[in-house]
């Protein structure tokens, strides 16, 4: 069992940055992969970057490569997104998922975290 739980989101100006934590409990953190995943308004909950355990692959959306970062901190359990360049359109709620594997699907991540509201002003 994992619990997450994100911090960091708020409301920012185009342009801005933001980086988003995710903190993780128990002390199986560093054998799950970890994605970042966002939910706009009226919209589909869609994956914007992925994480292997031991940090050595990632993945990005083309929405976000060049601007977005993932990282995690095995010894501090916790996963972040830095969020550079942000556009009224990555306004989301923002959440952190665990799976057993990189994977790019919602639907093969099992642990979820509550979600953290990213808005960006124009």
């Known amino acids: 069992q994992v619990q997450l739980v994100e ?18 409990s128990g002390r199986t953190f560093s054998t799950y992969s970890m994605g ?5 308004p009226g919209k589909e909950r ?5 994480i292997s355990r031991d940090g050595g692959k990632t993945y ?8 977005f970062t993932i990282s995690r901190d095995n010894n501090k359990n916790t996963v972040y997104l830095q969020m ?8 989301a709620v923002y959440y952190c998922a665990a ?12 642990y979820w975290g509550q979600g ?5 002003s124009s």
């Open 7 to 24: 911090s960091g989101g708020g409301l920012v100006q185009a342009g801005a940055s933001l980086k988003l934590s995710c903190a993780a």
């Open 36 to 40: 970042w995943f966002r939910q706009p």
């Open 46 to 50: 869609e994956l914007v970057a992925a």
């Open 60 to 67: 990005y959306a083309d929405s976000v490569k060049g601007r």
């Open 84 to 91: 550079n360049s942000l556009k009224p359109e990555d306004t």
């Open 99 to 110: 799976s057993n594997r990189l994977a790019y699907s919602l639907f093969d991540y099992t």
């Open 116 to 120: 953290t509201q990213v808005t960006v």
